[in-house]
Structure formats: structure tokens, C-alpha cells
């Protein structure tokens, strides 16, 4: 099957390139998908640089990508919730960093699927899982709910769209924080919009006066603002900087679960959320799209379609 791999770290430009690897084996508890769409993510080349070394195992050569959708084409033991012809998407991290979502094939443990909403194209479902069961996880287990302010910095990126739709949805007021630039982009979304750096405190304040209830950090480098910000007995939480541990907050990391996924799909039904895609590209155009994500320059989503599966 055809392929987008790299067998050392480095540069999209320099490291990627097209393949032919062995059709992948369908183990117990697992289901092989013919990959309709992938998408990608700013983890994706943190990770092909060599960044995240120290905490990811590797088996070379490495088939990038975690957001999957396509439909199913042959089921292991024991997996009694889906059959042949079922369409899927997927957070499709692994243990080992090797088989990734940039191929014509994939196999999956079920645990990491959901049945794709019918009301999105491939590409759209593609670009869900990764962002969306971040910005859900985490607005979770920071307890959001009815009458909480939240205030999100990185309010216009992959996550953070997803954190201002899904806050909404749950009840709660959503201050965004963005670029100058991107202010209309959490208006779009529900979000009251501020611009982040120098004034973002006094933004925030006059905004809401007695704090905000929660922080979520999508962005990174904010610490010190949201504590001046947050209300007494706030909560907030960061996926990009470890340093809220010593300030009170939870450092957190998205994992894959079949439930949290078939509750995001459920929330795109309802019209609760928008999957906001900027750009579709071909599966020879990866290293493009990686840059694309790495300059920070996409206003949303990359999805990557793959041809003939």
C-alpha cells in the first residue's frame, strides 16, 4: 500500500517521502480501515523533529498522522460492535509511533473509534478527533458547566475552536483569546473575543470584573495572566505549558477513548459544533500541509485526502 513515511528526524521537506509498506495485520480487538481522509496536527511534526523523543517509542520507518476517518474493510477477534462497510473516525494514537494515519490502510484497537457523523464530508471527520477530544477532555475534567466564565487562550486555533464551541455547548460564557487578527474567528464560534499579550489582564477584567471561573490554556506562556484573572477558587488547566502545576492548575494530555469521541460526533449532530476545515490537500502535498501547520498560517484545519482507498 501507498504511504507518507520517514525513517529519521528532520524537516517535512527533507525526511517525507512516498512508499510502498506491507498492508498492516488485523490483531484481536482491532479493525483495518481503507483510509478516506487523515488529518494533521501541530503534534505531528513536534513529533518528527525529534521534540518528543524522550517520551514516544519509535519503530522506523514512521507512517505520520493520528486523526483518521474511512471505512472499515476487515475486523479481528473478538469485535462485536462494528462489521465490514462501517464508516469511522478515530484519534488513532498508538504505544509505539509507527503506524500512523497517512496511508492508504490503517488498523486501529476499537477503543480508539467512533462512528463517523453523517452530516460530515471525510475530511471534516478527519480533522475532529485529535483537537476536538482535547478541547473536550480537558473543559471536563475542569468541571465546566452552567454558570462558569471561561476564559481560553489560543481561542482561534485547532483546539481552541473547539474549546469556545464545546464550553458553549456546556453551559458556559467563553472569553477567547486571539491575535488581533483572529478576533472575528471567536466571534464566529460564540466566544467574546480579547487580543492576548500586553492588555489581555485588563481585557479580561473589564469583561468580567469579579474573574473567570475556569482557564483553558491552548496555547502556552499565559501563567501568569490567568492567575490575575482567575476568580478565587478557579480552576485552569494547560495542554501546552507544564508550568501551571506550580500555580495551582493541571498540566493535561488528550487520550484516546471510544465514549468522549461518539459524545463529540453526537455534539456535531446536534449543531452543537462546527468542524471549521481551512485546507484539503492531496497525500503527496503532506510535507506542504506539515508546513502549513508549522507556520501557523492555516485559519484551521488541514485535512489530507487519500486517493483511491
Known amino acids: 500500500m501507498k504511504a507518507v513515511t520517514y525513517a529519521e528526524y528532520g524537516i517535512p521537506e527533507d525526511v517525507l517521502t512516498i512508499t510502498e509498506v506491507p498492508v498492516p495485520k488485523v490483531g484481536a480487538g482491532e ?19 525529534g521534540y518528543l523523543d524522550g517520551m514516544t517509542n519509535v519503530q522506523w520507518p514512521v507512517i505520520p498522522g493520528w486523526d483518521v476517518a474511512g471505512v472499515i474493510e476487515a475486523v479481528g ?5 462494528y462489521q465490514v462497510g462501517d464508516e469511522v473516525m478515530a484519534y488513532g494514537r498508538k504505544d509505539w509511533l509507527s503506524q500512523g494515519s497517512f496511508a492508504e490502510k490503517m488498523t486501529l484497537p476499537v477503543r480508539t473509534l467512533a462512528r463517523k457523523p453523517a452530516s460530515l464530508s471525510w475530511e471534516q471527520a478527519a480533522a475532529l478527533p485529535l483537537a476536538g477530544l482535547t478541547a ?16 481560553i487562550h489560543g481561542a482561534s486555533g485547532g483546539v481552541g475552536s473547539y474549546g469556545v464551541q464545546i464550553a458553549r455547548a456546556l453551559g458556559a460564557r467563553v472569553i477567547g483569546a486571539a491575535s488581533e487578527a483572529r478576533q472575528d474567528r471567536v466571534r464566529e464560534f460564540g466566544g467574546e473575543p480579547v487580543v492576548y499579550g500586553d492588555g489581555l489582564v485588563e481585557q479580561v477584567r473589564a469583561l468580567a470584573p469579579e474573574g473567570v471561573t475556569v482557564v483553558a ?9 490567568t492567575v490575575q484573572v482567575l476568580a478565587e477558587g478557579g480552576r485552569h ?26 459524545e463529540l460526533g453526537a455534539m456535531v449532530e446536534r ?13 503527496e502535498r503532506a510535507a506542504e500541509a506539515y508546513r ?8 484551521g484545519k488541514i485535512a489530507i485526502t487519500v486517493a483511491g482507498a
Do not use: C
Not at 271 to 283: E, K, N, S, Y
Open 237 to 262: 488547566g494547560s495542554i501546552a505549558d507544564p508550568s501551571v502545576v506550580g500555580h495551582g492548575g493541571e498540566s493535561m494530555w488528550v487520550h484516546p477513548d471510544h465514549d468522549d469521541l461518539a
Open 292 to 299: 502549513m501547520s508549522f507556520e501557523g498560517r492555516a485559519g
Open 136 to 151: 473536550f477532555q480537558t473543559l471536563r475534567r475542569l468541571g465546566v458547566g452552567e454558570g462558569d466564565t471561561v476564559l
Open 77 to 81: 477477534t473478538d469485535v462485536p460492535d
Open 271 to 283: 449543531g452543537q459544533i462546527r468542524v471549521d476545515l481551512a485546507h484539503t490537500l492531496p497525500l
Open 31 to 49: 479493525v483495518r480501515i481503507a483510509v478516506k481522509a487523515a488529518a494533521v496536527n501541530p503534534v505531528d511534526w513536534k513529533i518528527m523533529a
Open 217 to 225: 490554556d491552548y496555547a502556552g506562556g499565559a501563567v501568569e495572566q
